[in-house]
């Protein structure tokens, strides 16, 4: 009978592994009292963190407000900075333009610097400073249009003629402009020196020219288009606008993805379950199997006639000393 019970018990342990079932465990021991003076120490679980699946509406929306209103969506320090270099220069390049070309003109004008006792020097320069302010109000006005032209979209034929008359008026007082400057840095260059202009100082002439008349454009024409600081706060809503929006989106998209992802954790703890139940079960049908079939070899043989085991040693009563 011993025998049978330990091979039983050996293959119960087997199947089983270290489960065991109806196994009472020890009751806890009781921690000491603490004794007076001594701290006490409480375990708090930690708080649960706070993500957008978790979050309500309102914190969302909350969340939103705060991201995009302490964001800066305004220009950068860089570009602030040059703009308000580009604000300075709309107001001194234009004037400088003059002065430079209008003392370039009537010298070509007269041949002579400027001097205020002589009436002729006078009629030539201020000659030369009507164009130049002429030119200098055709380009500011000739931008100012353009803009207005493209408020409308082109639709207003008023505008429309404007513009094209002052660039017609632009171009020619451009070139006046231009070659009164090229007669000046040529004749000029040749009476100081003494020498004839080569080829290089004639191109680097000509790319003098070209590049004050470039500029003088550019100034008036694409450098005044500055927007007003309410355009400016205008853009700047707009662009909160567009981020309410889009972020929006993006939380709702974060919530699906997370609830997506605990639902798959879910799943996937619930299966992990059901096999760990599944195997315990068969686990517990085997070894009730075993036991069973034991019991019935146990009820059919005698204990008697089994064979005796191999730890067990025989003894007679000749091996007594």
């Known amino acids: 009978m011993g025998t049978l019970q330990s091979a039983r018990r050996m293959i119960g342990n ?13 009751p806890p021991t009781p921690s000491a009292a603490p004794t007076q003076g001594q701290p006490i120490t409480i375990n708090v679980p930690s708080p649960q963190p706070i993500s957008v699946g978790t979050m309500t509406p309102e914190q969302l929306r909350a969340r939103r407000m705060h991201q995009i209103e302490n964001a800066s969506i305004g220009k950068s320090l860089h570009v602030r900075f ?15 333009y003059v002065l430079l070309t209008t003392s370039e003109v009537g010298w070509a004008l007269s041949r002579h610097s400027f001097n205020w006792a002589d009436q002729t020097s006078v009629n030539f320069y201020s000659g030369a400073l009507f164009i130049e302010l002429g030119m200098m109000f055709s380009t500011f006005f000739l931008a100012y249009l353009r803009h207005l032209q493209a ?5 207003n034929q ?10 017609v008026i632009w171009v020619i007082l451009a070139l006046v402009s231009a070659f009164g400057q090229f007669y000046y840095l040529f004749n000029a260059s040749s009476t100081v020196t003494g020498a ?9 002439v000509v790319t003098r020219v070209f590049a004050f008349s470039v500029v003088d454009f550019a100034t008036a024409f694409y450098l005044s288009r500055i927007q007003t600081s309410l ?4 853009a700047a809503n707009r662009k909160k606008g567009n981020y309410y929006v889009e972020m929006s989106t993006v939380d709702a ?13 879910e799943q996937a703890q619930a299966d992990l379950n059901d096999k760990r139940q599944k ?21 059919k043989f005698n204990p008697q006639q089994l064979p005796p085991s191999s730890n067990t040693q025989q003894t007679s009563p000749n091996d007594v000393p």
Do not use: Y
């Not at 040059?82 to 400088?96: R, T, Y």
């Not at 008023?158 to 660039?167: D, F, K, S």
């Open 158 to 167: 008023t505008v429309n003629t404007a513009v094209t008359g002052l660039v």
């Open 253 to 265: 998209e974060l919530m699906r993805k997370e609830t997506d992802a605990a639902i798959q954790v």
């Open 231 to 234: 355009d400016e706060l205008m």
């Open 279 to 299: 195997n315990n079960l068969s686990n517990r049908i085997l070894a009730i199997a075993v036991d069973a079939a034991l019991r019935e070899v146990e009820n």
């Open 196 to 204: 004839s202009p080569d080829p290089f100082h004639v191109a680097f």
């Open 82 to 96: 040059f703009l308000a270099l580009v604000k300075c220069w709309l107001f001194i390049g234009p004037p400088w």
């Open 151 to 155: 408020e409308s979209e082109g639709q």
């Open 14 to 26: 087997f199947i089983g592994g270290t489960q065991q079932t109806g196994v009472a465990s020890p």
